[in-house]
Each structure stands twice: as C-alpha cells, then as structure tokens.
C-alpha cells in the first residue's frame, strides 16, 4: 500500500496563555494550587451568573488567526454545545460553531516528499475548557472520581485542518510547526501541563474515517496514527471492514480503544449563547503587528549565519532554542555561528535527549565558553562531547557549576598542540605492533591508513587531532617505505 492512500486532518486544542478565564476574571494560573480554588459563580455555571468575554482572548485568537492566513469573519457569534458530562457544571460549553472566529488558511510544512507543503485550514474558533476528572486508582476498576473546576473556562482555540497530510510524521510536523507559530506570538505555553490536546481522523482511501480522541502529547499523534495504520491495513487485509467510529488514545500503551458512547454532531443542541452578543472585530486584524515567525527566522539564519537548511529548520523548531543559539553565536558574530549551529543541533540536543533534560538546564554561558574553546581548536571534538556531558551530566545530579575550563584541566583533555611528539611515539608504537597493517598499506590497501589513525587515537585517548594524526602518520609511514 502506498503513503499515499493514508489521509489524516487534525482538531488541534491549545490553550491560549492569558492571565485570566475566558468569562470570568479567576487566574488561570492554577496548576500549583489545590483543586477548585481558581472558581467563581460563573465558571462554575452558577444559575443566574453572566459570562463577560475576556478581550484579551479574542485578541490572542486572532493574532493565530493572522499568523495562520485566516479570514476573520465579520461576524462571529458564541454557541452552546449541550451535553452532560461531570466535568461540565453548566451541562453546555460555550463554543463557536456556525460561526466562527475565523476560516480558510494554510501552515506551511516539511512535506515527506522533501521541500515545502501547505496544509490548508478549515477554520479557527474560540472555546472555554471544561474542568478535569481525576481518576482515582486505575481508570478502568477506578473506585471514584473527582472533579477539578480551576481549568474550567481556560480559552481554548481549535484550529481545524483539512484532511491534508499523507502520513502520521507529517502529522507531528504539522503539530511542531503550529506548537512554534504559537510559541513565537507568545500565546501559548507548551510546557503547561494539558495545553494541547489533539483529536485526530485518519482514513485509509475508499475506507471509512476513524476519529482518535484524547491526544495529548506531541509524539502521542504519531504514535496514535502509526498504530491506527496498522490496525485498519490489517482489518483491510483479513477482508474487514473499518467502521466509522470514534476511538480513544491509551498514552500509557499506545493503542487506540473503541469508545462505548456514539456521540453525533446533533446529538449536541447547538443554539446561539443568549448571553453573549455577536462578535465583530474584523476590523482590529489591521492592528495586528506579528512578531517573526518561524519561517522568517529560518531564512534569515540561513542568510545572516550562513546555517544548513538542516540546521535552520532544526534551530528555528522552537522558540527556545532558536534564542538560545543567537545568544551563543552573539558572543562571537563572525567565529561562532555555524560551530554554535552544529554543536546545537547534532550534539546538545541529542545530549539533552538522552537525559530526559531541556534547555532550561544548560548554562548558556558555560555553553558558549566550550564553543569558543573548540572554535580554537585547543581540544578535539571528541573531548569537547566529554566536557559537555560532565557539564549536563552536574546539572542533573545537582552538583556545582564548573566550567569548561576547568573541567578540561582537571581531566587533561588539552590538546598536545604544539608538541608532537606524543603522537610520534604513539604512532611509532601503533606501526610496530601491527606489522600486518604496514604491509597492508604497503599493498595499497586502503583500510590500512584508518586502522593505523584509530589505534593511535587510542593511545592519545582521543586528545590528538585526527587531522594532525593523519598528517604524521602518513609521513611516518612515507619515510619507512623510503
Ligand atoms: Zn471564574
């Protein structure tokens, strides 16, 4: 079956970071206090409370919309959606749904095929959140459950796309790409707990759509995806059929599960909010001035900084990072920039990885110094990756700073420049304990020549420069043919 065949659209929720609810003026800042204490009568759908639209919201909202090439409607308008759950006190959401905020746009994505793809919009609008429902035990044999109502009436944006994308990766890129739009206007915060929550409907051609619920990490969407893939080509296989129906994502195992309750669209009562005039604000996108985006930024590190599209795409892939290298790099405009660029894109963040760390525990300054220090030359690569990892490896288990400087001294992973002759003995003693080598070379074997520089790698335990052993090593070896 070809990529192609696989059609995905996704229902991206993120919360947009004001400082107060989207009706109400409780903070929104609740994730270090205790349940139900950011309420109030109208966030907890008091009978006889009025919600009062928070300004601030709308114009987060369509500060996304104008960075995503929407249209804002003349007029939006507010609408209940009717349903009972716990986690909704008011037994109604107030959403958008006729009429939306905005419609129509596009995000530009790395497509799989390489190069560019846009991936068209249907439409943005504006919700609150419902509370939460903390399970208490296992959720399957769960006792009870609690609700929590502080997330009650957070601002959402659903950003609607259409079925675009070929393939659970462009799925996560799509989501990276929006996650750093949203980072770069400053709306969002994605390392909130519950910001983002995706649903996802995913077909294979000439079958019908499956919608994935409940998505709330960015590699939950591939993992989600991937695995629906496989169960619906597997269905097709054993001649079944794929039922139109929605299911849930089990983060924990990685596998989707069909719901029990068939919710339809009509089931919902949608009606106009009485208590919410129509929105016009059309007018005000003019006065909308974006930041850069990260497109913009990525074209000028490739101008400015002269950095691989590679690395541009990689740097310019969060806001964090993207600062944290233009803060490296400024220490020296002309020497550093493309160092900075690779030992940020191919190592640090590999290192990072590994260690289950983020930006946030990397000393920029200690950084730059390393980067400085291998712009010298005065250690290799390969110590300059070891002094790194003592660097993260101290932040992680809470020990002091110490810098790079010290950290080469204390280890002796200066360079022997200047001072060859460790490497001529080294490299006197690798050819006389590997005589088979030298005839080797000697035959005009290629291999020959590398096992030698390795070896004597080896015995400078890295801290020789491959490019100055390869020198002397090929003159040693010059001399004694003569
Ligand atoms: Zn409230």
Redesign the pocket.
Known sequence: MVEDQIIVGLEVHCQLDTKS?LF?G?STDYRNDGPNTH??P??LGLPGAMPVLNKRSIEYAMKVAKALNCTVLNESEFSRKNYFYPDLNKAYQITQYDKPLAEGGYLEIESDKGGEKRVQLTRIHVEEDPGRLVHMGNAERGKYSLVDYNRA?IPLIEIVSEPDMRSPKEARKFLNKLRATLEYLSVFDSEKEGSLRVDANISLKGSERVEVKNITSYKGVEKALTYEVTRQKNLIRRGQRIERETRHFIESTGITQSSRSKEQEHDYRYFPEPDLRPLQVQSWMEGIVLPELPDARRERFITQYGCSLNHARTLTGELKLANFFEKVASADPKGLPLLAATWIADTLIGELNYRSMNLDSVDAAGFTELVCILNKGSITDKSGIEVLRVMLDKHLNNEPVETPAAIIARLHLAKTAGDDSVIITSIEEAITENPKALEDYRAGKSGALNFLVGQVMKKTRGKADPGDVNQLLTEALTKREA
Do not use: Y
Request: some cysteine.
């Open positions: 609810k109400c409780c309420v109030c109208v966030c009436g």
